[in-house]
């Protein structure tokens, strides 16, 4: 007989809401595991602090992920992944324990979706000073041609739930133009940060027909199960009931009633305090 105790929810983290698009792909493409989402809506936004600062919370989340029984957890944060991951696995994981990031599986597959081997990448200010798409993108593929361009006020336009309005679309508008003028080989964007996708029609509507537009969630959903195939004995130890928790350092109420524009149905979070 199964010994239960044995086996764990997978753990779902982002500094607020964002994530959410992830864990969306990431449950309808394997939708059998039990879920525990944490969002640290309290400190939001993340893309704007220090390195720091986004390891210390970065980890004190996961931690307390850990707490609640996950054994593998998913960093559903593009600034988390790249200020915090590398040092969290190298130095801090407990035994039996792992933490993946979002940005590694889309600069692996890049190379699937660009014919010209130059793409864009547009993202928060952290995500774009720390260069971690680059340096991933030619460590995968050094002969694709990056070019990055951060979007501060995308963030905001979607946490504000402006993202119909016509002040987004100028801005929208500008930033690709910003990063399309930069060499007209540009023939994919990826969206490099987890609340870009809820912009994505105005997004779309200012891309020209030959560019191709690159939401992550999709991607790390294919290689999250790619790694569960690769790793039985991860795989073996979680739990698989269907079962979606969510937590917030934030109100839950307001969590709830935002969350579910990003995650496409209603959700029940909990106050959680670290």
């Not at 200020?83 to 940005?103: M, S, Y």
């Not at 509507?205 to 537009?213: G, K, L």
Request: hydrophobic residues 35%.
């Amino acid at each position: 007989m199964t010994n239960t105790a044995q086996h764990h929810p997978i753990g779902i983290f982002d500094s607020g809401f964002g994530g959410l698009t992830v864990f969306r792909e990431i449950k309808d493409v394997l939708p059998d595991y039990d879920y525990i989402y944490l969002g640290d809506n309290a400190r939001v936004p993340y893309g704007t602090r220090s390195f720091e600062e986004v390891y210390d919370f970065t980890k004190t989340c996961v931690f307390k992920l850990f707490e609640l029984g996950c054994n593998l957890v998913i960093l559903a944060c593009n600034t988390a992944s790249a200020k915090a991951l590398r040092t969290i696995q190298q130095n801090d994981l407990p035994a039996g324990k792992k933490v993946l990031g979002v940005i590694r599986p889309t600069t692996e597959s890049i190379h699937r979706y660009t014919s010209t081997d130059e793409v864009g990448v547009l993202a928060t200010p952290g995500t774009v000073m720390s260069e971690s798409y680059k340096l991933e993108i030619n460590k995968f593929h050094p002969t694709i041609k990056v070019f990055q361009h951060a979007c501060p006020e995308w963030v905001p336009l979607v946490e504000k739930n402006k993202i119909n309005s016509a002040r987004a679309s100028k801005i929208i508008q500008q930033d690709i133009e910003s990063i399309l003028n930069r060499s007209p080989k540009i023939d994919t964007l990826i969206l490099a940060c987890t609340h870009y996708p809820l912009l994505l029609p105005l997004i779309l509507h200012h891309t020209p027909d030959h560019v191709r537009v690159l939401p992550q969630g999709e991607l790390v959903a294919e290689s999250l199960g790619d790694y569960l195939v690769r790793h039985p004995e991860v795989e073996q130890a979680c739990s698989k009931n269907g079962v979606k928790q969510f937590y917030t350092t934030g109100n839950p109420g307001d969590f709830d009633e935002k969350a579910q524009i990003f995650f496409g149905e209603k959700v029940h979070a909990q106050y959680i305090q670290l």
